[in-house]
């Protein structure tokens, strides 16, 4: 009698197989989540840009300082950006990924409404020897604006008229300067937004 020979994987080669499909696909969300309860809490000053987005459900849409170049070429370290910026190899159509130093202010405010971290300096590859009072965040410039993973924020459904509303009145009083900023976990140079202000009432994410 003959016999059909057993191809079936081995129980612990389909375990791995599993594993590491489960690996890729909670593997990023996992580091967001180290970032967000391991990560150094940094203050970002902020105004909203876009309150509503069709396509991503209801949202703010989240402008920082240190997102326009205006801000961030007068610090040291632009030179050597701007040069890479200007060469003629480069291709402008890909975003540059250059690195933010961001130093804790000296003074805190008491207004209820924490005071924003300053840029102190930019570069085209991570910082080396960072004080303590230092950490550093990872950006993509792109066509005179960058972005660090943290310029959108979802509100709960059953949040989103009151941060709204408020949101709006906030414009409204400060139309130049509406204090309004938001808290991120850093780890490493990646960070988690935590925590949107405005004014002085906390909303967390």
Not at 8 to 23: D, V, Y
Not at 34 to 63: C, H, K, M
Not at 110 to 127: F, K, Q
Not at 146 to 171: C, F, S, W
Request: proline share 11%; hydrophobic share 40%; net charge negative.
């Amino acid at each position: 009698m003959t016999t059909t020979p057993d191809h079936s994987l081995p129980p612990w080669r389909f375990a791995l197989t599993l594993l590491a499909q489960f690996a890729l696909i909670v593997g990023v969300p996992a580091q967001a989540m180290i970032t967000y309860f391991a990560g150094e809490p940094v203050i970002l000053q902020t105004a909203p840009v876009d309150p509503y987005d069709l396509l991503r459900g209801y949202s703010q849409t989240l402008n920082y300082d240190i997102s326009q170049v205006p801000t961030l070429e007068k610090l040291p370290g632009w030179a050597e950006i701007q040069a890479e910026l200007d060469s003629e190899e480069r291709d402008p159509s890909q975003p540059m990924l250059i690195y933010v130093t961001l130093g804790s202010p000296e003074t805190e405010t008491n207004a209820g409404i924490p005071t924003p971290w300053e840029p102190v300096a930019v570069g085209l590859n991570p910082p080396k020897g960072l004080a303590i009072d230092e950490v550093a965040l990872a950006g993509q410039l792109y066509y005179g604006q960058v972005t660090y993973g943290l310029e959108r924020y979802y509100m709960p459904e059953d949040q989103k008229d009151g941060i709204n509303d408020h949101i709006a009145d906030i414009n409204r009083r400060f139309p130049t300067d509406p204090p309004m900023v938001v808290e991120v976990r850093v780890r490493g140079n990646q960070a988690v937004p935590a925590t949107l202000w405005v004014g002085d009432r906390a909303y967390r994410f």
